[in-house]
C-alpha cells in the first residue's frame, strides 16, 4: 500500500502564499509523475499542475504563473508553492501519484495513488 499525505493547507487571505507538501510512503513501484489536483464540491476534480521524473512540468492555465510544483528524494516528495491566491482557488487540494506496478509485454501497468487532501480556503 502506498501513502500520500498533504500538507500545507489552510486559511489565507487573497494576495497570500501558501506551500502545499506530499510525502509519499510505502513505495512498492517506481513514480513516474506526481500532481495536485483539486476539488470543490459538486465539481470534477481539476488538474492544477504535473511533474515528471524527468523534472517537465505542467499547470493548468488558472495556475501558469502563480503556481509551481516542484519535488526532491526522486520525486517521492511533491511540493505545490501557490502565491498570488484568488478566492476561486479555495478548494481541497489533493497530491497524486502514478507510478508503474507491473509489465504485460511491451507495455507497462501504471496505477494512481492519492492522498487524502487539505484544504485550502482564500477568503476575507
Known amino acids: 500500500q502506498v501513502h500520500l499525505v498533504e500538507s500545507g493547507g489552510g486559511l489565507v487571505q487573497p494576495g497570500g502564499s501558501l506551500r502545499l507538501s506530499c510525502v509519499a510512503s510505502?513505495?512498492?513501484?517506481?513514480?513516474?509523475?506526481m500532481a495536485w489536483y483539486r476539488q470543490v464540491p459538486g465539481k470534477e476534480r481539476e488538474l492544477v499542475a504535473h511533474?515528471?521524473?524527468?523534472?517537465?512540468?505542467t499547470y493548468a492555465d488558472s495556475a501558469k504563473g502563480r503556481f509551481t510544483i516542484s519535488g526532491d528524494n526522486s520525486k517521492k516528495t511533491v511540493y505545490l508553492q501557490m502565491n498570488s491566491l484568488k478566492p476561486e482557488d479555495t478548494a481541497v487540494y489533493y497530491c497524486?501519484?502514478?507510478?508503474?506496478?507491473?509489465?504485460?509485454?511491451?507495455?507497462?501497468?501504471?496505477?494512481?495513488?492519492w492522498g487524502q487532501g487539505t484544504q485550502v480556503t482564500v477568503s476575507s
Open positions: 497524486n501519484a502514478n507510478a508503474v506496478i507491473g509489465d504485460i509485454g511491451l507495455a507497462s501497468i501504471t496505477t494512481d495513488y
Open positions: 510505502g513505495i512498492i513501484a517506481s513514480i513516474d509523475a
Open positions: 511533474i515528471t521524473n524527468g523534472g517537465t512540468t
